[in-house]
C-alpha cells in the first residue's frame, strides 16, 4: 500500500464522556441538555484542537447519527461541523447505518478521500465521527389535519389541554429498537442467539461482570484519559459548572452475585437483564483523517492506518451475529488472519450477543482474552451513532499505548447488519 493509497487516522481525535439518559434511573442525564450537534460539535472542536491540523485544510465533515432527537437534529452534521468550529465552506453530510453509524462516517470519509471524484486537494483532511443524543422525543402520531379548538391542526406547537382523552405519545426510544422486518425488538434478538448457541444466564453475567471489571480498572489506571474531552455542565443556580470527565455507567462495586439477582429484562425466563445490556447513553467523538502522503507533506502525527474495512448482512433475527462475516471481510481486504489481531473492540449490545460473536472469532483464530480489554457498552454505553467512532480511538490509542499492531473495531447493526474495521497502528 503506497502511502497516497493509504487512510490514516491523525492523532489528536476526541470524543466526549458518554452520560446516561437518567441518573441513578430517576432524574434527567448530565447530557440531558445537549443535542446530538451540540455533543458532536464538541467532539470536532476538542479534536481540531488536539490535532493542531489548520481548520483551513479540512474539506469535508462525515459524521454518524443514528435517530433525530431534537429540533435541529435534520440538519446533523451540518450542526456539528458550525459548532465544531469549522467555517461555512465545509460541506457536512450525516450518514445513518444505526449502530454502525460511527464506523461507517469512517468509511465514507476515507472512500471520499481514496475516490478522488469529490476530494479536494487544497483541502486534504477529512473530520469523520459520529454523535448520538439518546434523548429521544415521545411522538403524537395522526394528529395533523385533525381538527383542534377553532382550527385544523397544520403545523407548529400543539397545546396539551386540547388532546382529546385517550391519545397516546409513542416512546421513539422503545419504537426504535423493534424491527418489523424480524418482527422482534432488538433484545430478543440477543434472546434468539442465546438460544441457538447455548447460552445460559450465568455466562452472560460473567461476561458483564469482566466488563465493568476491566472498564473500571482501565478508568483508573488512566488509559481512557487520552482520548476523552472532559464536558463542563452548567450549573442551574448559576453557579460555577462541574466537570465530567468520565463514562457514567461504570459499576464502582459490581459483582456476579449482584448481577444474578436482577430479573430478566425483555423475555419470560430470558437471560437478558438491565445488568448484560448496553447502557443507554448520549455522546460524540471526532477525528481527523487523511492520506499517509498528506500527513506526512503538513507535519501530522499518524496515529493508526485503516488497513480494512468489512460491512455484510445476516438473517435480521439474529442480528447481533453481523459482527462475525464482517470480520472476515475486514480481515480478508487487510491481508490478515485473526492470529495477527492484537486488540478488539466489539460493541456490547447484549451479553449473549457479543458471546456468540466471540466465540466464532474463536474460530478465526483470534484470542478471546483479546477482546475488549477495557470494558465495552454494557459498562460504557452505546451512543448508537456515536459507539462506532468511539470504539476506533479507543482501539487506535490502546494499539499504541500497548505498543502492539492491529485491533478490529465491529458492531452488530438493528436490521441484521454488521460493520467491522482493521486498524493498524503507527504510534
Not at 419504537?175 to 430478543?188: E, G, R, T, V, W
Not at 461482570?209 to 483508573?220: E, F, I
Not at 450549573?235 to 462495586?253: M, Q, R, S, W
Request: charged content about 20%; proline content about 6%; glycine content about 12%.
Amino acid at each position: 500500500m503506497s502511502k497516497e493509497t493509504s487512510i490514516v487516522i491523525l492523532d489528536g481525535g476526541r470524543r466526549t464522556p458518554r452520560a446516561d439518559i437518567l441518573v441513578d434511573n430517576k432524574a434527567p442525564g448530565l447530557f440531558s441538555r445537549f443535542s446530538t450537534t451540540q455533543l458532536g460539535g464538541m467532539a470536532i472542536k476538542a479534536t481540531l484542537g488536539r490535532t493542531k491540523i489548520d481548520p483551513s485544510l479540512v474539506g469535508h465533515v462525515v459524521m454518524g447519527m443514528a435517530q433525530h432527537s431534537h429540533r435541529d437534529s435534520i440538519y446533523g452534521a451540518q450542526g456539528m461541523r458550525w459548532r465544531g468550529g469549522l467555517g461555512k465552506d465545509v460541506p457536512a453530510l450525516t450518514v445513518a447505518r444505526i449502530c454502525g453509524s460511527g464506523a461507517e462516517a469512517i468509511c465514507v470519509g476515507a472512500e471520499i478521500l481514496l475516490a478522488g471524484l469529490r476530494n479536494d486537494e487544497e483541502r486534504p483532511f477529512t473530520v469523520v465521527g459520529g454523535a448520538e443524543s439518546m434523548q429521544y422525543p415521545f411522538c403524537l402520531y395522526d394528529y395533523r389535519g385533525k381538527k383542534v379548538g377553532a382550527a385544523t391542526q397544520k403545523y407548529g406547537p400543539i397545546e396539551a389541554k386540547g388532546l382529546p382523552a385517550g391519545t397516546h405519545l409513542q416512546d421513539m426510544l422503545l419504537m426504535s429498537l423493534y424491527d418489523p422486518s424480524a418482527k422482534m425488538a432488538m433484545a430478543n434478538t440477543a434472546e434468539e442467539l442465546g438460544r441457538r448457541y447455548g447460552i445460559q444466564r450465568e455466562e452472560a453475567d460473567a461476561f458483564a461482570y469482566r466488563s465493568h471489571k476491566n472498564a473500571k480498572a482501565a478508568r483508573d489506571a488512566g488509559h481512557f484519559d487520552e482520548e476523552i474531552e472532559p464536558v463542563a455542565l452548567p450549573a442551574d443556580d448559576g453557579g460555577d459548572p462541574t466537570v465530567l470527565k468520565y463514562d457514567t455507567h461504570i459499576l464502582e462495586d459490581p459483582s456476579p452475585a449482584k448481577m444474578g439477582r436482577l430479573p430478566p429484562a425483555f423475555e419470560a425466563g430470558g437471560i437478558i437483564t438491565a445488568g448484560n445490556a448496553s447502557a443507554v447513553v448520549d455522546g460524540a467523538a471526532a477525528m481527523l483523517i487523511g492520506k499517509e502522503s498528506d500527513a506526512e507533506r503538513h507535519g501530522a502525527r499518524p496515529l493508526a492506518r485503516i488497513a480494512g474495512m468489512g460491512v455484510a448482512a445476516c438473517d435480521p433475527q439474529i442480528m447481533g451475529w453481523g459482527p462475525v462475516p464482517a470480520v472476515k471481510k475486514a480481515l480478508a481486504k487487510a491481508g490478515i488472519t485473526g492470529k495477527d489481531v492484537d486488540i478488539v473492540e466489539i460493541n456490547e449490545a447484549f451479553a449473549p450477543q457479543a458471546i456468540a460473536c466471540v466465540r466464532d472469532f474463536e474460530k478465526m483464530g483470534i484470542d478471546p482474552e483479546r477482546v475488549n480489554p477495557m470494558g465495552n457498552a454494557i459498562a460504557l454505553g452505546h451512543p448508537l451513532g456515536a459507539t462506532g467512532a468511539i470504539l476506533t480511538l479507543t482501539c487506535a490509542y490502546a494499539l499504541r499505548r500497548t505498543k502492539k499492531r492491529y485491533g478490529i473495531v465491529t458492531m452488530c447493526i438493528g436490521g441484521g447488519q454488521g460493520i467491522a474495521l482493521v486498524l493498524e497502528s503507527m504510534g
